[in-house]
């Protein structure tokens, strides 16, 4: 809180509160979290009202430049407006890959005449973004994709498929990393912008082990995209998906500060629902000695990482330049997610064993479908493996045997 | 790392300075192998004391400069980096704390500034058996005209040898295992009927068992009220954990260091050992342990600078998780350096026989764990 300027800052709380009071529809109070949950935006007037409103105003996108409507905010008052937000239980209805990766890079990266056709409709939350990165041979070696690419003259030739592309099915465009050269790895790769509606886009939602996903195959065979589509140089796509993926690390991480204690940032503590299932012994503990000993262990660690999470942002703030704790967060609190979610199972006893129907409650099917998806989240954005990777390579300083890297 | 102020930076930096020039690894094993008495060197803690780190958590009216304890938990993370022996953290920081808390004026100018001087060595004297359960007291306070006789005995007491002054927790009422009864005295090592025996330890640092046959102390060594002393001694052993836990946490960030050297420098089949990624794995696995550790350090560390109601159940966190990463690393240590590793020669058997005392000091590992569920209710 100490780092906002005086006067300037509390006039423009001031603004953010009065706009807040006039636009954010009482009836949407606190069902952001929700529908993030269930991954579909809720229908009805008041949320489109909102949704317009937001848009008009440019703060979905507060800290984005006027020019291409966003709602130009310095990073001290878009901070400000998060909070009197939060005071009243609105939140942001614009959001999405457009928000979170693809427009910031575009930003840096794109010419003027994209960043005038794709910036707006994304301030706007008017269509939806897919991203065209990993293939069934190129995953964690992200750089060896090969969906190809030809100069065709007056047009790019699209040949090839991508996986885990999320939301393609509803997707408008999709920002694809695609091979125009074969001769050279990281340097043979560009970016470009695909439509999905173009002729030979074929789209296969792909089911896990949890059930549905908005995950996805994509196909495209023979697309013809602009030229003006390229973003960035001939061969230059690397750095500006570098870029990218770092827009969406500091996304997926925005969890810090759980504010430490009960109820943190991964929810209820798991001793509660022990009680409820286990029981506690006349001495007032949980009655299995084992299971107490490692949810005590487990609500330990959470608490270790809720404390690194507060101090690594407070040292970042300070003048000690990105604090190191950082480089383990995703690990570290990956583990604690999937440790919590074993738990619950292992606590509900049979009753974590669900699939669906009423002999369950709703929670208890929610636990086995959080359990069975959690185990992604040391897989994507970087897993658990190619963490351990770059901790040991960037922080520690020890040699990689495959020469230098290529992250 | 916290973000510190100017003061607290330049406290930190003067100790690393100090224990890496005057103190560093080679002090400690030269120490051992002279069989020093007290187990530890009184000249380096005369120039301790010179320095102003035994008056760290001492008011300045006795002399001290009262940096709190956060401060002084950064002497010991430095102290700890080094092995360093010194009775800084059962005087300066435990038995200075227990005055502090519970002492009148006149223990406070009787006792407080021997200590801030480092003219005196003092300890606690709190547990009788192998496992550390400050509630089972069975050594007996009974009133002696107007003053005590205490009976029984005390183990692994901390520079039991060199201490001037005894913390001892003893029971003027209830049955062993009750935390109602407990009465805290502050006994001088001189005292008639009070005998002492060197316990000669894996870590080679300075304890004693001490021995007490109707101890004559007057009524004013009692430290607060008779029977009602637990709510202190809990304090007082919070603070003395939470200074432990900050020299584990340089323990460990040394044993870390100086494995991290050799994966990096030890070559075997053509190339460095540092290139073989399950070492790098458990390389990352470590560093990863040690974030996490600082934070639980630091947290307990402020907590108690700020009196906050949180203290116990960070301090047993804080324990517990410095407990458990010195313990992965100093096994680590041993067996990533390999044969060398196994040598006495080698500082890595140094740091693992330093790691279980510690760990087993103010209650461990499943000691916290069980507290900390217990303090949150389950």
């Given at each position: ?407 | ?9 330049l406290l930190r930096d003067a100790a690393r300075t100090w224990t890496q020039e005057k103190s560093p690894v080679s002090a400690f094993r030269k120490m051992r192998d002279s069989n020093a008495p007290l187990g530890y060197d009184t000249a380096a803690f005369a120039e301790m004391a010179q320095m102003g780190w035994t008056g760290v958590i001492i008011p300045e ?266 313990h992965l690393i100093s096994n680590e240590m041993v067996q990533m350096h390999g044969g060398i590793g196994m040598t006495d020669a080698h500082d890595a058997g140094l740091y693992l026989k330093r790691a279980r005392a510690a760990e087993a000091t103010f209650g461990g590992q499943a000691y916290h764990r069980d507290r900390y569920a217990t303090l949150q209710g389950?």
């Amino acid at each position: 809180m100490a780092d906002f300027g005086g006067d300037d800052i509390e006039t423009f709380r001031a603004e953010a509160k009065a706009w807040l009071e006039a636009n954010f529809p009482p009836s949407l109070k606190g069902r952001g979290t929700m529908m993030y949950a269930e991954g579909v935006a809720p229908t009805g007037g008041d949320y489109r009202a909102w949704k317009t409103a937001m848009a008009e105003k440019g703060w979905g996108v507060a800290t984005w430049p006027r020019a291409y409507g966003g709602g130009g905010l310095t990073p001290a008052q878009a901070r400000v407006l998060q909070q009197e937000m939060g005071r009243i239980g609105a939140f942001n209805p614009i959001g999405g890959m457009g928000v979170m990766m693809f427009g910031p890079t575009l930003l840096e990266y794109g010419n003027e005449a994209q960043k005038r056709t794709h910036i707006p409709p994304i301030v706007a939350a008017d269509l939806q973004w897919c991203q065209g990165f990993s293939e069934p041979g190129a995953g964690s070696d992200l750089a060896s994709l090969q969906t190809r690419c030809e100069d065709k003259g007056d047009h790019w030739l699209v040949n090839g498929q991508k996986i885990w592309t999320s939301g393609a099915q509803y997707a408008d465009w999709c920002f694809c990393l695609v091979r125009t050269d074969t001769a050279k790895k990281h340097e043979g790769i560009s970016f470009l912008l695909i439509d999905m509606k173009s002729p030979g886009i074929e789209v296969r939602p792909i089911k896990l082990i949890s059930g549905n996903s908005p995950f996805c195959e994509t196909f495209f065979t023979d697309v013809k995209v602009p030229k003006q589509n390229l973003v960035g140089p001939l061969g230059g796509g690397w750095t500006i998906a570098k870029r990218l993926l770092q827009h969406e690390r500091s996304g997926l991480s925005g969890g810090g500060g759980g504010g430490g204690g009960r109820g943190g940032m991964f929810g209820a503590p798991i001793a509660d629902l022990a009680r409820t299932y286990i029981g506690l012994d006349e001495e007032g503990r949980l009655a299995n000695a084992d299971l107490r000993a490692r949810i005590t262990a487990h609500e330990m660690d959470s608490r270790a990482f809720q404390l690194t999470a507060i101090r690594s942002v407070v040292e970042a703030k300070s003048n000690q330049g990105p604090s190191a704790a950082t480089s383990i967060m995703k690990n570290a609190g990956t583990k604690i997610g999937q440790d919590r979610a074993e738990l619950t199972l292992e606590v509900m006893g049979t009753q974590g064993l669900g699939w669906e129907g009423d002999d369950f409650k709703a929670d208890e099917l929610a636990a086995v479908r959080a359990w069975l998806g959690g185990k992604a989240t040391t897989i994507y954005g970087g897993s658990f493996e190619i963490q351990n990777n770059i901790i040991s390579k960037r922080i520690l300083g020890l040699p990689d045997p495959l020469g230098p890297s290529t992250h | 790392m916290a973000v510190l102020t100017e003061e607290q930076s330049l406290l930190r930096d003067a100790a690393r300075t100090w224990t890496q020039e005057k103190s560093p690894v080679s002090a400690f094993r030269k120490m051992r192998d002279s069989n020093a008495p007290l187990g530890y060197d009184t000249a380096a803690f005369a120039e301790m004391a010179q320095m102003g780190w035994t008056g760290v958590i001492i008011p300045e009216a006795y002399g001290g400069s009262d940096f709190g304890y956060l401060g002084m938990g950064m002497i010991l993370e430095e102290t700890g980096r080094t092995l360093t022996a010194s009775p800084i953290l059962a005087t300066a920081l435990a038995a200075a704390s227990a005055i502090v808390l519970g002492g009148d004026e006149n223990q406070k100018q009787t006792w407080l500034t021997k200590i801030a001087s480092g003219e005196i060595v003092a300890t606690l004297a709190v547990d009788e058996g192998a496992h550390h359960a400050p509630a089972k007291i069975a050594l007996k306070a009974e009133k002696a005209g107007e003053g005590y006789a205490l009976s029984g005995a005390k183990t692994f007491v901390l520079e039991g040898m060199a201490a001037g002054l005894f913390v001892v927790s003893a029971r003027t009422s209830g049955e062993s295992g009750a935390t109602d009864g407990v009465s805290l005295f502050l006994v001088p090592a001189d005292a008639k009927g009070l005998s002492r025996k060197a316990l000669k330890l894996a870590d080679s640092r300075g304890a004693a068992s001490l021995s007490f046959e109707r101890v004559e102390v007057g009524a004013d060594a009692l430290l607060g009220e008779a029977g009602k002393g637990w709510e202190l001694l809990e304090k007082i052993l919070d603070r003395a954990r939470a200074g432990l836990a900050a020299e584990m946490l340089g323990a460990s960030a040394q044993a870390f260091d100086t494995t991290l050297d050799y994966l990096k420098t030890r070559v075997q089949f053509g190339q460095v050992i540092g290139a073989f990624q399950a070492l790098q794995h458990r390389a990352a696995k470590m560093f990863t342990d040690l974030e996490l550790t600082r934070s639980c350090v630091e947290a307990a560390l402020s907590a108690i600078d700020n009196d906050s109601p949180d203290v116990p159940e960070l301090v047993s966190l804080a324990k517990a998780k410095a407990g458990d990463t010195l313990h992965l690393i100093s096994n680590e240590m041993v067996q990533m350096h390999g044969g060398i590793g196994m040598t006495d020669a080698h500082d890595a058997g140094l740091y693992l026989k330093r790691a279980r005392a510690a760990e087993a000091t103010f209650g461990g590992q499943a000691y916290h764990r069980d507290r900390y569920a217990t303090l949150q209710g389950y």
